[in-house]
């Protein structure tokens, strides 16, 4: 089991749950969030005032997946998020140690579903 992270830019949204209901991956969290990597903001002039914003608005997804599911969701993600410019994002896999289905009970592989 892996939780795969992805951050991705808010427009990109759609175009990543296609790539991943394509790949019948239908789980998952969206928050809304702010954060630099590469791009390191801009300056922005407003009544006069020069501004630099350096926190830009991202989309975190959080994909909770079975074995076989990691590489069709992260290709999913890359078809649906990659423009080819800078700031297109990241997506970092990491291991999943125990999940629990609340309603059932269920644990492990049979939890994620």
């Given amino acids: 089991m892996k939780l795969v992270t992805a951050y991705i830019q808010p427009e990109r949204l759609n175009f990543v749950k296609q790539a991943l209901y394509e790949n019948k991956i239908y789980?998952?969290?969206?928050?809304n969030v702010l954060g630099c990597g590469q791009q390191k903001g801009y300056n922005q002039r407003f009544r006069g005032v020069v501004t630099e914003v350096n926190l830009l608005k991202k989309i975190c997804l959080k994909?909770?997946?079975?074995?076989?599911?990691?590489?069709?969701?992260?290709?999913?993600?890359?078809k649906g998020a990659?423009?080819?410019?800078i700031g297109d994002g990241k997506i970092f896999v990491t291991s999943l140690?125990?999940?629990?289905?609340?309603?059932?009970g269920e644990t492990g592989p049979e939890a994620i579903g």
């Fill in 27 to 31: 789980k998952m969290s969206v928050t």
């Fill in 82 to 85: 990659r423009t080819g410019e």
């Fill in 63 to 78: 994909i909770a997946v079975n074995d076989e599911f990691v590489q069709p969701c992260i290709d999913a993600i890359i």
């Fill in 97 to 104: 140690e125990q999940c629990v289905r609340i309603r059932t």
